[in-house]
Nanobody
């Protein structure tokens, strides 16, 4: 599986952004997709996850109510709608695809939120 993320950018606090991550290759082995982020000088942390078969979602407490993850299985694309962005959301965002035995990571996309 290969992942291509896009949609990052520079926005102001309170603005919205939508990240996309398109999967290609052996996408049928993917059971879930998710987003993680890594702020400067910090470890990569979980943001959101969605199961492809039943649509169940999970969110980090820090983004609940502001971010929404969704998946278009026909397009093999996962989205992260980010609303009410805060400066602390500034990070490189990575998408991930979970198979039965391994996780594939995409390249990151930078999100910068100015105050």
């Amino acid at each position: 599986v290969q992942l291509q993320a896009s949609g990052g950018g520079l926005v102001q606090a309170g603005d919205s952004l939508r990240l996309s991550c398109a999967a290609s290759g052996r996408t049928f082995v993917t059971v879930a997709m998710g987003w993680y982020r890594q702020a400067p000088g910090k470890e990569r942390v979980f943001v959101a996850r969605i199961n492809r078969n039943d649509g169940n979602t999970w969110y980090a407490d820090s983004v609940k109510g502001r971010f929404t993850i969704s998946v278009d299985n026909d397009k093999n694309t996962v989205y992260l709608q980010m609303n009410s962005l805060k400066p602390e959301d500034t990070a490189v965002y990575y998408c991930a695809a979970d198979g039965m035995t391994s996780t594939t990571w995409g390249q990151g996309t930078q999100v910068t939120v100015s105050s």
